[in-house]
């Protein structure tokens, strides 16, 4: 799969059928598994600003991403 930015973290979610990918300009992406195929992507964004994503967990449901600025947030994956 080509991505317009390099990613710099990605993380298999077994729970959803989907590997996330951070990238520096702050997009968190969701690709299908199998098929590499975009499911979803957003720039995250904290407190109003942008937190470009460094590292992603994966536990059930749940991705932790630490983020460029040192925070830490845990999203949901379920829809």
């Given at each position: 799969v080509q991505w317009p930015c390099a990613?710099?973290?990605?993380?298999?979610?077994?729970a959803v059928g989907a590997v996330l990918v951070a990238?520096?300009?702050g997009t968190l992406a969701a690709l299908d598994a199998?098929?590499?195929a975009l499911r979803g992507e957003t720039k995250l964004v904290l407190d109003g600003m942008l937190a470009p994503p460094t590292c992603i967990a994966?536990?059930?449901l749940?991705?932790?991403l630490g983020t460029?600025?040192?925070r830490l947030v845990t999203v949901s994956?379920?829809?």
């Open positions: 990613p710099v973290a990605l993380a298999h979610a077994p990238s520096l300009d199998r098929t590499g994966v536990r059930g749940d991705a932790t460029l600025d040192g994956l379920a829809h």
